[in-house]
Structure formats: C-alpha cells, structure tokens
C-alpha cells in the first residue's frame, strides 16, 4: 500500500481483516481491486449457491402465491443487486473521495503549518480503516441481523422456499439454512462495513475542517475554493441505491398486502430521503464555519477599507470631508485600493457546500426504488407529483 497517509486515505475500500483476507486469495492487489470479478464471485456464493439448492428442493420456481426462490424480491434485492453494489462501489466511492480528500490535504488549500496536523488526520483514518477488532465488530452486528432475518423467515408460508417437509413436520429448508449462515451474514458486514468506513470519512473530513485552509472570498467558484467538497456525498450512490433496493421491496410487500396507506408511503419516502441526504451530506457542514469566519472577517476589513477610500475621494472631489476626517487620515486613505470587487465576492460567498443539484444523484438512488414499489399499487400521477417533488425540491 501506499505510505503516504493523505493518499491512502483516499483509499477507503481496502484495509481490515475482510481485505487481507481477498488479498491472500488473489482476488485483490494493492493496484486493482477487481470489483466485477469479486462481485460476481460473492454473489454466486450468497445467490448462485442458494439457488441451485431451491433447484434441487423443488422450491426455485413457481407462481407468487407460492414464493418461490427466484421469485422472492428480499432475496433478490439483498443477495443478488444489494451484494454486487456494495462491492461495485468500492473504485467509485475511492475515485470521488479521492477527488475530495487530495486537495484537502496539499497544497495550496493546506497552509504550510497545518500539513503536519493534516498527515496525522490522514493516518488516523488510515488506522481507524485497518481496524481488525471494527471489522470484527461489523461480522457480530452482521450476525445478529442475520438472526432477526432467520426470526422473520418463520413468519412465511410454510409452502414457501424457505420450508420442507420432514418427520417432524415443516422446518427450516437448506436454501433457507445457507441463505442464514452464509448469505445474510455477508450482506449485513458489507453494509456494516461500508457504514464504519463512510464514519471514517466524516470524521476525517471534521478533522481537516478544523485546519488552517488558504481559502480566498474571490475564487470563482464561490465557495472559498472548496465547492468541490460538496459533491462528495455522491461517492455513496451505490450504497444509497443498494439499501433502497431493500426498503423498495420491503414497501412494496405491504403495500401488496395492503397494510400501508398512500400517506404512510409519502412518509416513508420522504423520511428515507432526509435520512440519506442528511447524514451523508452532514460531514460538509463542518466547513461551514470557517467559510464564515472568512467571509465576516473579509467583510469587515474590506468595509473598513471602502469607508476610507471612500472618504478621500470625497474630500478630493468636495474640497474638504463633510464627516470630519482630518487630513492624516485622508492622506493615509489616498493610496488605498477599491476593495469594492471583494466585498462583493464576501457578501455572496457560499458558507453552506452542499446545494441542490449536488445532492440529485443520492436522491434519485433513495427514491426511485421506493418510487418502482410504488408504481406496482398505487396511482401513477400522484407518485409522480411526489417523485418530482422530492427530486426537484
């Protein structure tokens, strides 16, 4: 891996015990992290297997009302399209934050004093990446959820995929045993896994927030020189899209079932939408105050500056200074230029990174798959007045 902590940081898919393991296995390498292969590898452990079992039981096909296993959208949204995002994303989500991150922690954004802070931030991170006892941590909490998964599976019918007949009456089926023991265990670690790491990245991103940054009222971008950091919520759209894929499916079993009104899936989609903006949007914020500290300060000082400026040229033209400036203070004055471009620049400066449009790409992930479960029992123009609502603002 690369020693230099402020690119490795960047480099937020690899590390920890999960990693090294694929390491030894030849299925990563420091320089490819081979996301097609390896997400087709795991998804024919988690679905193929499973699947081939429900072949053998006589439980892969069949009508709805049956539940076979090929039909069962929590099994296909979880182990098939859940398992292959949450490893797709990994060389997006490390190319967009590394876009973010890498001009955060050089030069000339970084003041020549706080590289020494920056580097130490960027090696936390790292650490905090590597962690064997959180990846440790992320396998229980993926066994446990793998436990209420196996308490809700006793709820289907028991002439679903996920029963056989034995002796002693109906039991758990081996496609159901293997999807509990194997299939539901990696799904729950990858999302654990991406959830600690998307935290590392917030508390770097605080971390750097807190640094001394070169940043300039009059950058074209209007936002001191880091607009760009308000863009980096979207590293996480796979991630977004991999858990509304499971929320989709979820409403739209009650809303099949009909144990759920229009309004609760009003509610449900928008609540799903602050929840993902707001906590992926939440770690730019941080640079919200020094972009106003800038920006008062700024404001302040080229306002001082105009009122004296403005005063001798008004004594120049007027022959004396109506307010009672003396002649030391207008002389002073004389020399001074207009900071009348920078004041401008101060008052419209941006202090909030993340706008509107920045944010489409993880609301359209958040929402449409809730929108297609939607579409299956509800009306199709109110679902759109909804959809355009939430997209559009």
């Keep these: 891996m690369n020693e230099d902590p402020t690119v490795e940081a960047a480099r937020i898919a690899r590390g920890g015990l999960y990693y090294e393991m694929q390491a030894r296995l030849g299925l990563v390498r420091d320089d490819q992290l081979r996301p097609m292969s390896r997400a087709f590898l795991v998804v024919l452990v988690a679905w193929g297997v499973p699947l081939i079992i429900s072949v053998f ?3 892969a096909l069949g009508s709805f009302a049956d539940m076979p296993f090929l039909l069962h959208l929590p099994v296909l949204s979880r182990f098939l399209l859940g398992i292959g995002l949450l490893i797709a994303m990994e060389p997006v989500a490390e190319a967009q934050l590394g876009t973010v991150l890498r001009p955060l922690l050089s030069p000339p954004l970084l003041a020549p004093g706080a590289q020494a802070a ?3 931030a960027a090696a936390l991170a790292v650490r905090r990446r590597n962690s064997r006892l959180a990846e440790i941590v992320c396998f229980v909490v993926a066994c446990g959820c793998s436990v209420g998964a196996g308490v809700g599976l006793s709820d289907f019918d028991e002439h679903s995929w996920a029963f056989i007949s034995g002796s002693g009456g109906e039991r758990f089926s081996y496609t159901a045993l293997w999807c509990l023991w194997v299939s ?3 799904y729950f670690f990858l999302v654990a896994r991406w959830v600690w790491r998307i935290l590392i990245v917030a508390l770097l991103l605080k971390s750097i927030a807190a640094l001394e940054l ?3 009222v009059t950058h074209p971008d209007g936002a001191g020189g880091i607009a760009f950091v308000g863009g980096f919520p979207n590293a996480y759209t796979l991630f977004v899209l991999a858990l509304s894929c499971n929320l989709g499916v979820a409403i739209a079993e009650h809303l099949n079932a009909q144990t759920i009104t229009t309004t609760v899936f009003t509610a449900v989609m928008i609540t799903w939408v602050i929840i993902t903006n707001g906590l992926l949007a939440l770690p730019a914020l941080f640079f919200t ?6 920006k008062q300060q700024t404001l302040d000082v080229s306002q001082a500056q105009a009122t004296r400026r403005q005063l001798a040229e008004e004594s120049s033209v007027l022959g004396k200074s109506i307010s009672g400036a003396t002649e030391e203070e207008i002389s002073q004055a004389a020399s001074l230029a207009d900071p009348g471009v920078i004041f401008k620049a101060a008052r419209d400066l941006s202090t909030v990174l993340i706008q509107r449009a920045s944010l ?16 299956t029992q509800l009306p199709l123009m109110d679902l759109f007045q909804i959809l355009r609502k939430l997209l559009l603002f």
Excluded: D
């Design 57 to 59: 039981e006589g439980t």
């Design 118 to 120: 920056a580097a130490s």
């Design 184 to 186: 539901s265990p990696i």
């Design 214 to 216: 070169r940043l300039s």
């Design 289 to 294: 105050k020094p972009l106003g500290e800038l």
């Design 360 to 375: 489409l790409p993880i609301s359209a992930a958040a929402v449409l798959p809730v929108f297609a479960a939607g579409a």
